[in-house]
Nanobody
Framework: VQLQASGGGLVQAGGSLRLSCVAS????????MGWFRQAPGKPRMMVAA???????TYTDSVKGRFTISRNNAKNTLFLQMDNLKPEDTAVYYC???????????????WGQGTLVTVSS
């Protein structure tokens, strides 16, 4: 499975961006997917997730500002980011977790990352 992330760019604080992540295969049967981000000098961290066993989850710092969604017909995962702040500056990575081994475990596939830069 290949994932192509796009939509990053330079935006002023308070602005919005919409990230997209297009999968090379159908995501209709995929339950677990989401977005991480990695700021310079920091580890990659979860931003938003859709999972089988839990409701949609967001890291505290983006709650009320970011919205994760999916379009199965277009094999696409989205991240709508509003009221962006300079601390949101990072490379954003999408992932999907595909069942393997007859469903015994999940294999995580990553997109290549898209850079979001928020100026103050």
């Amino acid at each position: 499975v290949q994932l192509q992330a796009s939509g990053g760019g330079l935006v002023q604080a308070g602005g919005s961006l919409r990230l997209s992540c297009v999968a090379s295969e159908s995501i209709a049967m995929i339950n677990d997917m989401g977005w991480f981000r990695q700021a310079p000098g920091k580890p990659r961290m979860m931003v938003a997730a859709i999972t089988r066993n839990s409701p949609i989850t967001y890291t505290d710092s983006v709650k009320g500002r970011f919205t994760i969604s999916r379009n199965n017909a277009k094999n696409t995962l989205f991240l709508q980011m509003d009221n962006l702040k300079p601390e949101d500056t990072a490379v954003y990575y999408c992932h999907i977790d595909v069942p393997a081994g007859g469903g015994s475990h999940l294999v995580r596939y990553w997109g290549q990352g898209t850079l979001v830069t928020v100026s103050s």
